[in-house]
């Protein structure tokens, strides 16, 4: 009977503790969302499903794929595939970003340019001329009542940009789909 009031005790701290990891990742994504500088991506959607997840849309960015020239590794130096990687980006003419430099350390914290914080996962240096580097938004899940329609435009090669909100530290959010100029999803923040 001594064992009931522990159990208890450490059933509600673990309720406690759980409740707040799931908050702090709930606030964490929604303050990205919200306060993260908007940037617009060239993307080619591919269109799978996910049984445990639902619909989503993979997503290809012109950014994933980096010539290793842009990178300030020194030539006895080695970008290993998982490596955490930061790619400065700048806006084009035609409105989307692109890639303009990376590097294998976080920018100074006096940067005011964007770099967004991405992970290295194919090609890695010296041994290949590009990386191929992973972002964190190269799935997007869908709504069941406007997966339908919003899967119909990406096959149909419609939608070919998304704003993306990028973090003081990076990280980024995927914040909506667009078509031209007309904005098809917006992401909601909580």
């Given at each position: 009977?001594?064992?009931?009031?522990?159990?208890?005790?450490?059933a509600?701290?673990?309720?406690v503790?759980?409740?707040?990891?799931?908050?702090?990742?709930?606030?964490?994504?929604?303050?990205?969302?919200?306060?993260?500088?908007?940037?617009?991506?060239?993307?080619?959607?591919?269109?799978?499903?996910?049984?445990?997840?639902?619909?989503?849309?993979?997503?290809?960015?012109?950014?994933?794929?980096?010539?290793?020239?842009?990178?300030?590794l020194?030539?006895?130096?080695?970008?290993?595939?998982g490596?955490?990687?930061?790619?400065?980006?700048?806006?084009?003419?035609?409105?989307?970003?692109?890639?303009?430099?990376?590097?294998?350390?976080?920018?100074?914290?006096?940067?005011?340019?964007?770099?967004?914080?991405?992970?290295?996962?194919?090609?890695?240096?010296?041994?290949?001329e590009?990386?191929?580097i992973?972002?964190?938004?190269?799935?997007?899940?869908?709504?069941?009542?406007?997966?339908?329609?919003?899967?119909?435009?990406?096959?149909?090669?419609?939608?070919?940009?998304?704003?993306?909100?990028?973090?003081?530290?990076?990280?980024?959010?995927?914040?909506?789909?667009?078509?031209?100029?007309?904005?098809?999803?917006?992401?909601?923040?909580?």
């Amino acid at each position: 009977m001594h064992k009931k009031p522990f159990l208890m005790v450490a059933a509600l701290v673990s309720a406690v503790a759980l409740s707040a990891v799931l908050a702090w990742m709930i606030t964490d994504r929604a303050t990205i969302l919200r306060d993260g500088r908007e940037i617009v991506l060239k993307t080619e959607p591919v269109d799978p499903r996910d049984l445990l997840r639902g619909r989503y849309v993979r997503l290809n960015y012109t950014i994933s794929n980096i010539p290793t020239v842009l990178f300030d590794l020194d030539e006895d130096m080695s970008l290993d595939s998982g490596a955490i990687v930061f790619v400065r980006l700048e806006e084009g003419a035609n409105g989307y970003w692109k890639a303009v430099a990376a590097a294998s350390v976080p920018p100074p914290e006096t940067d005011e340019a964007v770099w967004i914080r991405g992970t290295a996962r194919y090609g890695v240096w010296p041994a290949s001329e590009s990386v191929t580097i992973e972002y964190g938004i190269e799935r997007f899940y869908l709504p069941e009542p406007d997966a339908p329609e919003i899967e119909k435009r990406m096959r149909n090669r419609v939608v070919t940009d998304i704003a993306v909100a990028v973090g003081a530290d990076g990280r980024a959010q995927i914040k909506a789909l667009r078509q031209g100029s007309d904005t098809i999803y917006t992401e909601r923040l909580f």
